[in-house]
Nanobody, 126 residues
Framework: VQLQASGGGLVQVGGSLRLSCQVS????????IGWFRQPPGKEREAVSC????????YWEDSVKGRFTISRDVAKNTVYLQMNSLKPRDTAVYYC????????????????????WGKGTQVTVSS
């Protein structure tokens, strides 16, 4: 199982970014994929998740209405569209999955997932 997050960068307040998570070794129509982030000097937090049937969950209240998770099953890629970015969104963003997890019922700092990609840095400047 391998996951690779990309698409991070430096953006101004109010701007947008789209993160991508390329997945191999898991099928998106059979497994859930989660997005997590770790702000500088803080603990990792769960952001969003998309389950095996494509339903989305937003674990982090502060991103509701601004972030959208989606997937392309054919490309085995999960996306996180981030709009109206704020300085508090500054973090390293990770995607994760696990062969035993199909739903987004878990939460916590790791969503119960054991396979993680390298993160992508998102910096929102004011």
């Amino acid at each position: 199982v391998q996951l690779q997050a990309s698409g991070g960068g430096l953006v101004q307040v109010g701007g947008s970014l789209r993160l991508s998570c390329q997945v191999s070794g898991l099928s998106l129509d059979r497994h859930a994929i989660g997005w997590f982030r770790q702000p500088p000097g803080k603990e990792r937090e769960a952001v969003s998740c998309i389950n095996q049937i494509g339903d989305s969950t937003y674990w982090e209240d502060s991103v509701k209405g601004r972030f959208t998770i989606s997937r392309d099953v054919a490309k085995n890629t999960v996306y996180l569209q981030m709009n109206s970015l704020k300085p508090r969104d500054t973090a390293v963003y990770y995607c994760a999955g696990d062969p035993n997890i199909r739903t987004c019922a878990f939460r916590g700092p790791d969503g119960g997932m054991d396979y993680w990609g390298k993160g992508t840095q998102v910096t929102v400047s004011s």
